[in-house]
C-alpha cells in the first residue's frame, strides 16, 4: 500500500452509522428551535415594552385629574336623546380628540378619569371653611391678598398648612398645597385651580355664575334664521346674557369658563346668539384667543369610547384636541352622556358639549380659522 493511499484514506471521514446521523439530525433541530424561541420571545418583550410605554406616556401630560361627578343617562324624551346623529363608529375620524384629557375611567362618562381612589379621596377629605371662598380663578407663588388669606386658613384648618397667615402665597404655602394635592389624589403641581380650591371647599358656587336664559319658543329662530336650542338665546332678545369684557372684536366666538357659555358675534360685532355648554372639570381649557384648526363630522374621543359629532378643533394637545362638539355617544351602547337640563354644568375632560341644534349651527359658523376667544 503506497503512503499516497494511506494519507488518503487517513482524510476521509469514516462513514456514519444511521444512528449517528439521526442523531445529528436532532441536535441541529434543537439548536434551531431554540434560536427561534430566544428571537420570537426577545421580539414579544420588544412589543410589549412599546405597548406599555404608549399606555404610560399619556397620564404624564395630562391635565389634573379628580373626582368627577355622576352624569345621569338621557330619558327618551330629551332633545339630546331624540335628536343625537345617528353614527356608525366605523366611519369616524381616524385622529382622536379629547372629550378626555386623563387616563381612562368609567367615571363621568368614561370621559375623564381619575387616579385610583381619588373620588372617595377626594369628596371625604373636602373641607367647607366659614364663609371663605375665592374670587380668583388660580392661585401661584408671589400672589398676595384676600383670597391666599383664605387659602391659608383652609389649609391650616386642613392640618397642612403650619405658617403665619400672611396673606402671600410663599414657599411654605406652595409645600403646603403640593402636600394636600399628593394625599388627596389630585395632579400636583403646587398651584391652586378649580380641583384643589374645591377639595378644600373654597371654591365657588358656580351655578352662580351661570345664567340661564327661558327656553326659547318652539321654533324660535337667532338673528341669521337658524334654529335655536332650549338653552340658546337670540342675539336681539332682550334676555341675552353681555358678552365678556375684553372678549375680542370681530366675527368670533367667545367661550366663557366660569359661566359655561357661548356667544357667536358676526362681522359687525353683534351677537348671533348665545348658549349654554358643558365644558372641562379641570383646568385644561386655554384663556386667550384661538381659532379653529381642524373639523370632522365624526370624530372620536381619544380612549375610543365615545363618539364626538361635529368636532370643530381650537386647541391641540399631546394626546388629542379641544373643541366643540355635540353632545357624546357611547360607543358601547349607543346612548348619550347627558341631558339638556345638564348644560350649564362642567362634565367633560376637555372639550365643550353643546346641545346638537347648537352644535350644527356651530358647525356652519365655525369655518377654519374663525376666532376663538376663552375667557
Not at 327661558?214 to 332650549?230: C, R, V
Not at 346668539?273 to 374621543?301: D, I, K
Amino acid at each position: 500500500m503506497s503512503d499516497q493511499y494511506v494519507r488518503a484514506r487517513s482524510v476521509d471521514p469514516p462513514p456514519r452509522k444511521p444512528r449517528e446521523s439521526r442523531l445529528a439530525v436532532l441536535v441541529v433541530g434543537a439548536v434551531v428551535i431554540t434560536l427561534g424561541g430566544v428571537a420570537l420571545a426577545g421580539a414579544l418583550r420588544d412589543s410589549s415594552d412599546r405597548a406599555v410605554a404608549t399606555i404610560e406616556q399619556a397620564p404624564t401630560t395630562v391635565a389634573p385629574a379628580a373626582a368627577a361627578p355622576a352624569v345621569s343617562e338621557a330619558p327618551a324624551t330629551d332633545p339630546l336623546a331624540t335628536s343625537a346623529p345617528t353614527v356608525d363608529a366605523s366611519t369616524t375620524s381616524v385622529a382622536a380628540d379629547v372629550a378626555a384629557v386623563a387616563p381612562p375611567a368609567e367615571a363621568a362618562g368614561d370621559e375623564a378619569a381619575v387616579p385610583a381612589g381619588a373620588v372617595d379621596n377626594a369628596v371625604a377629605a373636602t373641607d367647607e371653611p366659614d364663609g371663605c371662598k375665592l374670587a380668583a380663578r388660580e392661585l401661584v407663588v408671589g400672589k398676595s391678598g384676600v383670597d391666599v388669606e383664605c387659602l391659608q386658613i383652609a389649609l391650616r384648618d386642613a392640618g397642612f398648612y403650619q405658617g403665619q397667615i400672611s396673606a402671600t402665597y410663599d414657599n411654605a404655602t406652595y409645600d403646603a398645597v403640593s402636600q394636600l394635592q399628593t394625599d388627596r389624589s389630585l395632579f400636583v403641581d403646587g398651584e391652586v385651580g378649580r380641583e384643589t380650591a374645591k377639595s378644600l371647599g373654597i371654591w365657588p358656587d358656580e351655578e352662580s355664575m351661570v345664567v340661564r336664559t327661558p327656553p326659547a319658543p318652539e321654533g324660535a329662530d337667532d338673528t341669521t334664521g337658524f334654529p335655536l336650542s332650549p338653552v340658546a338665546v337670540s342675539g336681539d332678545d332682550p334676555a341675552l346674557p353681555p358678552l365678556p369684557a375684553d372678549s375680542g372684536e370681530g366675527r368670533r366666538v367667545v367661550y366663557d369658563r366660569a359661566g359655561q357659555r357661548v356667544w357667536a358675534v358676526g362681522e359687525d360685532d353683534q351677537v348671533i346668539r348665545s348658549w349654554l355648554v358643558s365644558g372641562s372639570q379641570y383646568e385644561n381649557e386655554v384663556p386667550g384667543t384661538h381659532e379653529v384648526f381642524s373639523r370632522s363630522e365624526q370624530s372620536t374621543a381619544w380612549n375610543g369610547k365615545a363618539i364626538l359629532p361635529l368636532m370643530i378643533r381650537w386647541y391641540p394637545t399631546d394626546i388629542g384636541n379641544l373643541g366643540f362638539h355635540g353632545i357624546p355617544i357611547r360607543v358601547a351602547d349607543g346612548s348619550v352622556y347627558q341631558t339638556t337640563d345638564e348644560l350649564g354644568t362642567r362634565l367633560s375632560g376637555g372639550c365643550q358639549r353643546q346641545h346638537n341644534v347648537d352644535a350644527e349651527f356651530m358647525w356652519n359658523f365655525a369655518v377654519e380659522g374663525t376666532k376663538v376667544v376663552v375667557t
